[in-house]
């Protein structure tokens, strides 16, 4: 079974901070998604990794990708109070389409 | 507008009593899933269809059932629901492989 770990789990940091958002997962996958949820909300696409080496920035978030060491990041610049969210990395398998989440980061940007 | 509608968005009923969320996209997606949204679990897939009658299990498949009949509508179906089957529930689509999900408004499942 595949398991998708991130850490932190929670994050309170201060605004114009940097920092960064992990997620692990346990085999081989192809592709790697990020989300963002506001509370009370819908998740919302922020990023899709589809291969080794991959990044991907919109304003001051970027996500990376590496397949072999099974991690993706997502790294905050400058942090902003509009930010506060929580943060969902998922993955599927090539051919299998089956999508498996992390628990979530919920980040609290305090101005 | 772009969009994947689910109905009803909040729903208290009984422990045994059938109920249906429907779910519909108007993006002519071939891909719709659902998943259910647990505090501390993140999401967890139930169902996916890639296509119309093509449905395959997810991670937490037990105790849910769904249909694709039309390429727009998924609809996911607790026939006897159970208190353990109290959460957020949210429908997804895509066009292909490798491409973003959008995500519907949610559906709030309270089971007594």
């Known amino acids: 079974e595949l398991k998708v770990e991130q850490n932190p789990l929670f994050l309170s940091m201060q605004e114009g901070k940097n920092y960064t958002i992990y997620c692990n997962y346990s085999?081989?996958?192809?592709?790697l998604y990020w989300y963002r949820q506001d509370p009370g909300k819908s998740l919302e696409s922020l990023f899709v990794?589809?291969?080794?080496?991959a990044v991907k920035q919109e304003g001051r978030l970027m996500a990376s990708l590496d397949t072999k060491a099974r991690l993706s990041t997502l790294h905050i610049t400058a942090a902003v109070h509009d930010l506060s969210a929580t943060y969902f990395c998922?993955?599927?398998?090539?051919?299998?389409?089956?999508?498996?989440f992390g628990s979530g980061t919920k980040l609290n940007v305090k101005p | 507008e772009a969009q994947v509608t689910q109905n009803p968005r909040y729903l208290i009923t009984v422990t045994g009593k059938k109920l249906t969320v429907t779910c519909s996209q108007n993006?002519?997606?071939?891909?719709m899933s659902w998943y259910r949204q647990d505090p501390g679990l993140g999401l967890r897939q139930i169902y996916y269809?890639?296509?119309?009658?093509?449905?395959d299990k997810g991670d937490v498949p037990e105790g849910y059932k769904v249909s694709r009949k039309e390429k727009r509508n998924f609809p996911l179906i607790l026939e006897s629901p159970s208190p353990n089957q109290t959460s957020l529930y949210f429908c997804?689509?895509?066009?292909?492989?490798?491409?973003?999900?959008?995500f519907g408004p949610g559906t709030r499942l309270t089971v007594l």
């Open positions: 085999t081989t996958s192809d592709r």
């Open positions: 997804a689509s895509r066009v292909i492989e490798g491409a973003e999900q959008f």
């Open positions: 998922a993955v599927d398998r090539y051919n299998f389409n089956k999508f498996y």
């Open positions: 990794l589809l291969s080794n080496g």
């Open positions: 269809s890639m296509n119309v009658e093509v449905t």
């Open positions: 993006m002519n997606h071939e891909y």
